[in-house]
T-cell receptor, first 116, second 116 residues
Framework: ETGVTQSPTHLIKTRGQQVTLRCSSQ?????VSWYQQALGQGPQFIFQ???????GRGNFPPRFSGLQFPNYSSELNVNALELDDSALYLC???????????????FGNGTRLTVT | AQTVTQSQPEMSVQEAETVTLSCTYD???????LFWYKQPPSRQMILVIR????KQQNATENRFSVNFQKAAKSFSLKISDSQLGDAAMYFC?????????????WGAGTKLIIKP
């Protein structure tokens, strides 16, 4: 069983640039969520994709956008990068089946984004 | 809005001893799920244990158990026979049973140090 994989592991960008982070979900999982984890804090929910559509969004501006592909992999795009976007970005997948509300999320190792 | 509070930024315990990590939450809902995740230096969030709010019995997973006090909105994690591999950040998280997505609301985390 292949777990959740994220790429790249580290990234350095300049303020104002755009970035794309990628995530391959665990085999059999049809739902992908993205979280932002600032240093020393708990993760914050960015959004979730199910069947290639966004079906939940946290308190993040529109310059944070995403995609989910037919194979359930996903991308997180951030435009007009700001210094405060520096964080660990976590991708998590899960299977949306019966009784899914209690099922756990399976996380990748994250992408560390530094904006200078 | 729901909130999760972890009041212990750091805890330390002697190897083989028992330690309890605290978590309180605030919600007006009756249907929800609670989780403890572990984040080692590898950065991957790993599920430790979960609890359904409608279950009165406390969840246990080997050396890990919870004390779920629904009326007090408290969800503490007890680690018995602590091992060096338990050293990590521990996060408490809440998920509504009513939401249509996998949004988790997280505490700020507790750093657990294991003394050999």
């Amino acid at each position: 069983e292949t777990g959740v994989t994220q790429s790249p592991t580290h990234l350095i960008k300049t303020r104002g640039q755009q970035v794309t982070l990628r995530c391959s979900s665990q085999s059999g999982h049809n739902t992908v969520s993205w979280y932002q984890q600032a240093l020393g804090q708990g993760p914050q929910f960015i959004f979730q994709y199910y069947r290639e559509e966004e079906n939940g969004r946290g308190n993040f501006p529109p310059r944070f956008s995403g995609l989910q592909f037919p194979n359930y992999s996903s991308e997180l795009n951030v435009n007009a990068l700001e210094l405060d976007d520096s964080a660990l970005y976590l991708c998590a997948s899960s299977a949306r089946t019966g009784g899914w509300q209690g099922s756990p999320l399976h996380f990748g190792n994250g992408t560390r984004l530094t904006v200078t | 809005a729901q909130t999760v509070t972890q009041s212990q930024p750091e805890m330390s315990v002697q190897e083989a001893e028992t330690v309890t990590l605290s978590c309180t939450y605030d919600t007006s809902e009756s249907d929800y799920y609670l989780f403890w995740y572990k984040q080692p230096p590898s950065r991957q969030m790993i599920l430790v244990i979960r609890q359904e709010a409608y279950k009165q019995q406390n969840a246990t997973e080997n050396r890990f158990s919870v004390n779920f006090q629904k009326a007090a909105k408290s969800f503490s994690l007890k680690i018995s026979d602590s091992q060096l591999g338990d050293a990590a950040m521990y996060f408490c998280a809440y998920r509504s049973g009513l939401d249509s997505n996998y949004q988790l609301i997280w505490g700020a985390g507790t750093k657990l140090i294991i003394k050999p």
